[in-house]
């Protein structure tokens, strides 16, 4: 069992960052592959950007080049780092630990990108 708390969400302007972290506790954190997804309302969840436990990294296409996903396997911890923020980025944000058939999700935390 994996049990995973997002933080880090909030409501930022077009063009600012935010910093998204995920906690994670319970297993050896560093055999899972992490990912981040979002789901804005009324639409599917999507999947952001991953990074393996060697630290292999892949992004959807509308977000390369403005995130980072990064993470810390002693403090077992995922980071996505948001920048050149647009409002079709506002969603809630889960983190999603995945392991052979066996995956967990956080709660998810709100972005709100608006002026």
């Known amino acids: 069992q994996v049990q995973l708390v997002e933080s880090g969400g909030g409501l930022v302007q077009p063009g600012g960052s935010l910093r998204l972290s995920c906690a994670a506790s319970?297993?050896?954190?560093?055999?899972?592959?992490m990912a981040w997804y979002r789901q804005g309302l009324g639409k599917q969840r999507e999947l952001v950007a991953t990074?393996?436990?060697?630290?292999?990294?892949n992004y959807a296409d509308s977000v390369k080049g403005r995130f980072t996903i990064s993470r810390d396997n002693v403090k077992n911890t995922v980071n996505l780092q948001m920048n050149s923020l647009k409002p079709e980025d506002t969603a809630v944000y889960f983190c999603?630990?995945?392991?052979?058939?066996?995956?967990?999700w956080g709660q998810g935390t709100q972005v709100t990108v608006s002026s």
């Open positions: 990074i393996t436990s060697g630290g292999s990294t």
């Open positions: 319970g297993s050896i954190f560093s055999i899972y592959t």
């Open positions: 999603n630990a995945a392991y052979q058939f066996t995956g967990y």
